[in-house]
């Protein structure tokens, strides 16, 4: 099979947002307990941080990490985990129904994330608690020094201020299952006065609404435009959330799922624009698409952990290698709207449907889905170019016209470099790419990386990375001509210098 490209430096759809590979530590799981913190283990720096999880987190280059929750904030006490941890309280913590013992809070985490170089995204609870809580921890973080808030976090031995820029103004409160659950009326107005008062206290922060917890739900979209013509004048993003599961076993479906986010993209955009026009404003909000992934593995899993223990091990999904694939398809996505996508979460980044697996008390390993996500993450920095593709398409269950190829090339101007990341869903045929690369005059070819395997259903494991690219000589740049093997079903990285 065959299919064609043009790809072209004027063809410019945005300068790419970094923040597009962030991600996400929720108190969920082992995912702080046991994952990035683990006092005892023989990796465990002086703060009880993990340095072979910090290590593994660093080759991701993850910019911003979203904190502390995900359906956890909404009944969090963000007072509980500061201060000396001999006094901070165990709380039962409803959403996930464990027992949360605070050794690690919001000033241990902005210390972590340091470390690993990522910026803090930070949730507000909007669930049990509102505009006052919300106001008083951005007064513990963000205010200098001289009032109660934060002069309390000096005496707890942070004399400068976090400075955290972006904040969610609660989390998925368009869900009945999340604690004080919020019909898109109330929330809008929670967030409204929320993000009032937060900016009276520090105005050079970005917040995030909250929109759909995915396109299933009953209210989407009437819950982004109701919540946005309340809040329009306070927020500066609107949070998108998605997961996917193959629960059928249908492969040729579950890798076209990328499709439902695209569409679930252009619908919020409209969305917000339309309530632009209707405000007559000239402010545009972006999206923040602030959780997506592959979740379904560990379901039923979860329903035999028995309630009230500490750090169990909760969504731990497996990843295989068909999941790796649809990763990719969706980073793809995320570049082909990088003109509104400013940012995205990779829910999650340890133990919990995670990239990145620890063993308590042992080593650490790379799932399947690590790899697209870091080569996204390294390489697709720069401007996002619109490919002109033309690929064969097939339909599937809930999809029709699908393209076999899924493509999206990131120009890095400074330096010199375009990458062209590439998706291929045909599930028996290899597919040659031809590309017309002729406005990148000089250029030549640096490596074509693969991530393939014959079973769809391959897992990486912490004795074996069955899952892992390598990279291919059979590809060819010639006369500004790319000329690509795409292996079936392949996660493909061509990069051009
Ligand atoms: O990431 C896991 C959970 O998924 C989050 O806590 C919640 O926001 C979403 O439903």
Same mark, same amino acid.
């Given at each position: 099979?065959?299919?064609?490209?043009?790809?072209?430096?004027?063809?410019?759809?945005?300068?790419?947002?970094?923040?597009?590979?962030?991600?996400?530590?929720?108190?969920?799981?082992?995912?702080?307990?046991?994952?990035?913190?683990?006092? @005892? /283990?023989?990796? &465990?720096? !002086?703060? $009880?941080?993990?340095?072979?999880?910090?290590?593994?987190?660093?080759? =991701?280059?993850? +910019?911003?990490?979203?904190?502390?929750?995900?359906?956890?904030?909404?009944?969090?006490?963000?007072?509980?985990?500061?201060?000396?941890?001999?006094?901070?309280?165990?709380?039962?913590?409803?959403?996930?129904?464990?027992?949360?013992?605070?050794?690690?809070?919001?000033?241990?985490?902005?210390?972590?994330?340091?470390?690993?170089?990522?910026?803090?995204?930070?949730?507000?609870?909007?669930?049990?608690?509102?505009?006052?809580?919300?106001?008083?921890?951005?007064?513990?973080?963000?205010?200098?020094?001289?009032?109660?808030?934060?002069?309390?976090?000096?005496?707890?031995?942070?004399?400068?201020?976090?400075?955290?820029?972006?904040?969610?103004?609660?989390?998925?409160?368009?869900?009945?299952?999340?604690? @004080? /659950?919020?019909? &898109?009326? !109330?929330? $809008?107005?929670?967030?409204?006065?929320?993000?009032?008062?937060?900016? =009276?206290?520090? +105005?050079?922060?970005?917040?995030?609404?909250?929109?759909?917890?995915?396109?299933?739900?009953?209210?989407?979209?009437?819950?982004?435009?109701?919540?946005?013509?309340?809040?329009?004048?306070?927020?500066?993003?609107?949070?998108?959330?998605?997961?996917?599961?193959?629960?059928?076993?249908?492969?040729?479906?579950?890798?076209?799922?990328?499709?439902?986010?695209?569409?679930?993209?252009?619908?919020?955009?409209?969305?917000?624009?339309?309530?632009?026009?209707?405000?007559?404003?000239?402010?545009?909000?972006?999206?923040?698409?602030?959780?997506?992934?592959?979740?379904?593995?560990?379901?039923?899993?979860?329903?035999?952990?028995?309630?009230?223990?500490?750090?169990?091990?909760?969504?731990?999904?497996?990843?295989?290698?068909?999941? &790796?694939?649809?990763? $990719?398809?969706?980073?793809?996505?995320?570049?082909?709207?990088?003109?509104?996508?400013?940012?995205?979460?990779?829910?999650?980044?340890?133990?919990?449907?995670?990239?990145?697996?620890?063993?308590?008390?042992?080593?650490?390993?790379?799932?399947?889905?690590?790899?697209?996500?870091?080569?996204?993450?390294?390489?697709?920095?720069?401007?996002?170019?619109?490919?002109?593709?033309?690929?064969?398409?097939?339909?599937?269950?809930?999809?029709?016209?699908?393209?076999?190829?899924?493509?999206?090339?990131?120009?890095?101007?400074?330096?010199?470099?375009?990458?062209?990341?590439?998706?291929?869903?045909?599930?028996?045929?290899?597919?040659?790419?031809?590309?017309?690369?002729?406005?990148?005059?000089?250029?030549?070819?640096?490596?074509?990386?693969?991530?393939?395997?014959?079973?769809?259903?391959?897992?990486?494991?912490?004795?074996?990375?069955?899952?892992?690219?390598?990279?291919?000589?059979?590809?060819?740049?010639?006369?500004?001509?790319?000329?690509?093997?795409?292996?079936?079903?392949?996660?493909?990285?061509?990069?051009?210098?």
């Amino acid at each position: 099979l065959q299919a064609k490209m043009i790809l072209d430096k004027n063809y410019e759809i945005a300068k790419i947002d970094e923040r597009i590979y962030g991600s996400f530590i929720e108190h969920l799981g082992r995912a702080v307990y046991g994952g990035i913190y683990e006092p @005892g /283990h023989p990796e &465990a720096d !002086e703060q $009880g941080f993990r340095k072979d999880v910090i290590e593994l987190v660093k080759e =991701l280059q993850v +910019p911003i990490v979203r904190y502390p929750g995900g359906n956890m904030v909404s009944a969090y006490n963000w007072e509980d985990g500061v201060g000396p941890k001999e006094d901070r309280p165990r709380r039962l913590e409803l959403a996930w129904r464990v027992i949360e013992t605070n050794e690690v809070g919001t000033n241990e985490f902005v210390d972590w994330a340091k470390k690993v170089n990522s910026d803090v995204m930070m949730a507000v609870n909007l669930g049990t608690r509102g505009i006052d809580a919300a106001r008083n921890l951005i007064e513990y973080t963000n205010h200098p020094s001289g009032t109660y808030w934060s002069d309390l976090r000096r005496s707890h031995g942070y004399e400068q201020p976090h400075n955290i820029k972006t904040w969610c103004l609660g989390n998925e409160m368009d869900g009945p299952w999340q604690v @004080g /659950h919020k019909t &898109a009326y !109330e929330y $809008g107005r929670i967030a409204q006065e929320t993000g009032k008062a937060m900016k =009276l206290v520090d +105005p050079t922060i970005e917040l995030v609404a909250c929109g759909s917890s995915n396109t299933g739900m009953p209210t989407f979209p009437e819950y982004e435009a109701t919540t946005l013509d309340i809040a329009y004048e306070q927020v500066d993003y609107i949070s998108l959330h998605q997961y996917y599961g193959n629960r059928n076993n249908d492969a040729a479906n579950y890798l076209a799922k990328n499709m439902d986010m695209d569409h679930f993209i252009k619908t919020v955009r409209a969305t917000c624009d339309y309530i632009k026009a209707k405000h007559r404003s000239k402010k545009t909000i972006n999206l923040s698409f602030d959780e997506w992934n592959v979740w379904y593995h560990s379901n039923d899993a979860d329903k035999k952990i028995e309630p009230w223990t500490i750090a169990p091990p909760q969504l731990e999904d497996h990843y295989n290698f068909e999941d &790796a694939l649809l990763v $990719g398809s969706m980073l793809i996505t995320f570049l082909q709207h990088a003109d509104r996508v400013k940012m995205a979460c990779l829910a999650q980044l340890v133990n919990v449907i995670a990239p990145i697996m620890t063993e308590n008390n042992g080593r650490s390993w790379k799932q399947t889905i690590f790899y697209p996500y870091m080569h996204a993450s390294i390489f697709g920095r720069g401007v996002s170019l619109k490919p002109i593709l033309s690929s064969p398409k097939y339909d599937s269950k809930d999809f029709t016209d699908v393209p076999y190829i899924d493509s999206a090339a990131v120009y890095n101007e400074e330096k010199d470099e375009v990458t062209i990341f590439l998706v291929n869903k045909h599930l028996e045929d290899a597919i040659t790419v031809t590309t017309d690369v002729r406005s990148f005059e000089g250029y030549s070819l640096v490596e074509h990386i693969i991530l393939e395997n014959d079973d769809l259903k391959a897992v990486n494991t912490v004795d074996h990375q069955a899952v892992a690219p390598h990279t291919n000589s059979e590809s060819k740049l010639g006369d500004g001509i790319l000329e690509a093997r795409l292996p079936k079903t392949s996660w493909n990285v061509i990069r051009l210098k």
